[in-house]
C-alpha cells in the first residue's frame, strides 16, 4: 500500500537492501518538525518540511512529489483533514499518515475517510516509522 | 576515570528525572536521535521549547488576566504549549496543562489561575534542571547524554 498507484514507485530506488524514499514533514510546531526530520534522517536523507496544511498542498502542486507525508492534524490555514482531502483530489498517490496529539481511537476515521494510509499519535518514534515502513514494504 | 565519574553522574541524574516523573520515555526517545552528526541534538530541542514556551507562556497569561476570559483561545495556547511539552518528554509539565485545559474546557477560571501557577512553576523547575544537566553533560564530554552505549 505504498501509495495508491504502481507510479509510485518512480520515486523509489533500491540499492541492495537500501531503499531511498523522499518524505514531506507537515506540522506548524517547529519542535516537532525537527524531531521528526530528524528521525527521519535514520532512513532517508530527502526530507522536506513544511509547515501547514496550505504550503503542502502548493508543494505538491507544483510539481514536487514524495513516498511519504507525514501530515500533522492541528494546524492552522489548512488542517491535517483539509490538507488530505485537496492532495488526494489532485491525484497525490504518496502515502499519507496522519500525525495528531489528540486521542487517536476518536479520530481514526476521520484520517481515514480523508484519504490517509496510517495514523500515530504524535510524537513519532524509531518504532513507529519501522512498524510503517515494514508494513509499506511488505504491501509493495 | 574522571570522565566516567561524570558520565555515571550524568546517567544518574537523568535516571532521577524519570524516577521522579520529571521526564518520561520521550525523552530517552530523543538522545536516540542524538549521533555524531547531531551530537548536541537533544540541547538544541530543549532550548528551542524553552524558547518557544516562555512566548506560549506569556500568551496564556495576557489571555487569563486581561479582560473577560476567551476559552477556546486559551485552550488552543494550551494545546499548543502541551503538545510541545509531551514531544520533550516533559511529564510534569504536560500532566498540568491536560488539568488545565479540563478546567477550560469546564469555562472554570478560577481553577485556570491556580493551575497556571502550576504550569509555570513546574516549567521553571524543569528548566533549571535541565541547564544543570547539560553543563554537566558538557563536561562529561562528547556523547555525555548518549544512552550509555558505545556506538
Known amino acids: 500500500m505504498f501509495g495508491k ?6 520515486n523509489m530506488e533500491i540499492i541492495g537492501s537500501e531503499k531511498k524514499f523522499s518524505v514531506l514533514i507537515v506540522d506548524d510546531d517547529p519542535i516537532i518538525r525537527k524531531i521528526h526530520s530528524a528521525l527521519l534522517s535514520k532512513f532517508t536523507k530527502e526530507i522536506h518540511e ?5 504550503e503542502a498542498v ?9 513516498d511519504i507525508i507525514f501530515i500533522d492534524k492541528e494546524m492552522p490555514i489548512m488542517n491535517g483533514l483539509e490538507a488530505t482531502k485537496e492532495l488526494r483530489a489532485m491525484g497525490v498517490y504518496s502515502t499519507i499518515v496522519g500525525v495528531t496529539s489528540c486521542d487517536l481511537s476518536s ?6 475517510a480523508a484519504g490517509q494510509n496510517q495514523c500515530y499519535e504524535k510524537p513519532l518514534t524509531i518504532e513507529k516509522i519501522k512498524s510503517l515502513l515494514s508494513e509499506l514494504n511488505k504491501n509493495n | 576515570m574522571d570522565r566516567n565519574h561524570l558520565k555515571r553522574q550524568v546517567d544518574f541524574m537523568k535516571r532521577s528525572f524519570l524516577d521522579q516523573g520529571y521526564l518520561d520515555e520521550q525523552f530517552i526517545q530523543l538522545e536516540e536521535l542524538q549521533d555524531d552528526d ?15 514556551s516562555a512566548r506560549l507562556l506569556q500568551n496564556i497569561e495576557q489571555a487569563l488576566v486581561s479582560g473577560p476570559i476567551d476559552f477556546p483561545s486559551l ?5 499548543q504549549f502541551k503538545g510541545s511539552s509531551s514531544s520533550i518528554g516533559a511529564k510534569r509539565v504536560k500532566n498540568e496543562c491536560t488539568r488545565f485545559k479540563e478546567y477550560c474546557t469546564a ?21 533549571t534542571k535541565l541547564e544543570t544537566y547539560f553543563q554537566l553533560a558538557k563536561q562529561a564530554g562528547p556523547s555525555g547524554t548518549s544512552g550509555g552505549q558505545i556506538r
Not at chain 1, 479520530?107 to 481515514?112: L, S, V
Not at chain 2, 481553577?111 to 524543569?126: D, P, S, W, Y
Open chain 2, 75 to 79: 485552550d488552543n495556547y494550551m494545546h
Open chain 2, 107 to 127: 469555562g472554570n477560571a478560577e481553577g485556570c489561575l491556580r493551575t497556571f501557577v502550576q504550569v509555570k512553576q513546574e516549567h521553571a523547575i524543569l528548566k
Open chain 1, 5 to 10: 498507484g504502481a507510479s509510485s514507485s518512480k
Open chain 1, 107 to 112: 479520530e481514526r476515521n476521520d484520517f481515514i
Open chain 1, 50 to 54: 513544511v509547515k501547514n496544511g496550505k
Open chain 2, 38 to 52: 547531531n551530537p548536541n541534538f537533544v540541547e538544541e530541542i530543549v532550548t528551542l521549547f524553552f524558547n518557544d
Open chain 1, 58 to 66: 502548493d508543494l505538491c502542486r507544483s510539481g514536487t512529489s514524495f
